[in-house]
């Protein structure tokens, strides 16, 4: 028990948890398709991080981009608190829950509905 609350076994829990991680590594090593599937895996990395890092650069345009053009439209239907373009973090947000096809449709006809004169503070209840 004094393992899990930070005491001074918790260093024995850190190595008993390494050689864990390194029977992982010896398997790989030991199977010649699994050690094959590893070194593709390891040597793609760089080009998937230059894919991620293109895909936050163009989220992070449109997210500016739907801020500056999206801000003053007002809360209507699937446009509400929880997905909307009044921020950078939540339109930065709303854009990724729409790379998964999340209810576009319906987001995209409330937004087209146009510009509200106020913008106040508006509740769940008037969703």
Do not use: C
């Not at 929880?82 to 709303?94: E, I, V």
């Not at 146009?114 to 969703?127: A, K, M, V």
Request: positive net charge; without cysteine.
């Amino acid at each position: 028990m004094k393992a899990l609350g930070g005491g001074s076994t918790s260093g024995v829990t850190t190595v008993i948890r390494t050689f864990r991680i390194g029977r992982i590594f010896r398997l790989v090593n030991g199977a010649e398709s699994l050690n094959q599937l590893f070194n593709t895996l390891v040597l793609t990395i760089p080009g998937l991080v230059n894919i991620g890092s293109l895909l936050i650069l163009l989220y992070f345009i449109f997210s500016v981009m739907a801020v500056q053009l999206f801000a003053t439209v007002g809360f209507r239907g699937d446009y509400n608190v929880d997905a909307n373009f009044r921020n950078f973090g939540t339109a930065f947000m709303t854009l990724l829950r729409f790379t998964t096809g999340e209810n576009w449709n319906g987001f995209m006809h409330d937004v087209a509905r146009g510009p509200e004169q106020s913008l106040d503070n508006q509740t769940y209840s008037e969703r």
